[in-house]
């Protein structure tokens, strides 16, 4: 089975902090996509990436970054967090070559005050 | 540009009652279908999914997805639900980016 954790299930942060979400996936997955959940909105693709130290933007990368420096990590990072960043983040892996699911980490609550 | 339509926030239902959630999607180019799961304070979990062949389409716990090309549905039924069905139910669509709906709560009347 595929495993996909992530470093925290919630997390408080203050305004104008750093902050580090890690996601790490067990079954050598090339693509990674980070996601943000809100009430009514779905899920939407801040980003992702194909393969190590290869990165894309997706559909709201505004106040976030991504690292992957190895193949089975993929981090997000808020550089300086604001109150409306305050959601449920959600990490997901797949197979480069003919993978079509994505596979879901439990998600990080974020609340930022 | 494709879209994904949940028709419905919400479906309360009785138990051992039948349930269908309502997906309609908009796409130029052929696309892959999904219906995802997802219970209280977890991540979400593949329940089906259409890639070529049959239209109807058989996933875990009881569930199955007709896909019509003609109408640009992916509806998702049961026939009998039970209160562990209880949670909220997203569709997808993509190729190799998927677009998500904005979910169905299935709320299980006793």
């Known amino acids: 089975d595929v495993k996909v954790t992530q470093s925290s299930r919630y997390l408080v942060k203050r305004t104008g902090e750093k902050v580090f979400l890690e996601c790490v996936q067990d079954?050598?997955?090339?693509?990674m996509f980070w996601y943000r959940q809100d009430p009514g909105l779905g899920l939407r693709l801040i980003y992702f990436?194909?393969?190590?130290?290869?990165?894309e933007k997706g559909d709201i990368p505004e106040g976030y970054s991504v690292s992957r420096e190895k193949k089975e990590r993929f981090s997000l990072i808020l550089e300086s967090a604001s109150t409306n960043q305050t959601s449920m983040y959600l990490c997901a892996s797949r197979r480069g070559t003919g993978g079509r699911e994505q596979y879901f980490g439990p998600g990080t609550r974020l609340t930022v005050t | 540009a494709q879209s994904v339509t949940q028709l419905d926030s919400q479906v309360p239902v009785f138990e051992e009652a039948p349930v269908e959630l309502r997906c309609n999607y908009s796409s130029s180019v052929s696309v892959y279908l999904f219906w995802y799961v997802q219970y209280p304070n977890q991540g979400l979990q593949l329940l089906l999914k259409y890639l070529s062949g049959s239209t109807l389409v058989k996933g875990i716990n009881g569930f199955e997805a007709e896909f019509n090309k003609s109408q640009t549905s992916f509806h998702l039924r049961k026939p009998s639900v039970h209160i562990s069905d209880t949670a909220e139910y997203f569709c997808a669509v993509g190729n190799y980016q998927l677009i998500w709906g904005a979910g169905t709560k299935l709320i299980i009347k006793p």
């Open positions: 990436s194909y393969d190590v130290k290869m990165k």
């Open positions: 079954m050598d997955h090339e693509n």
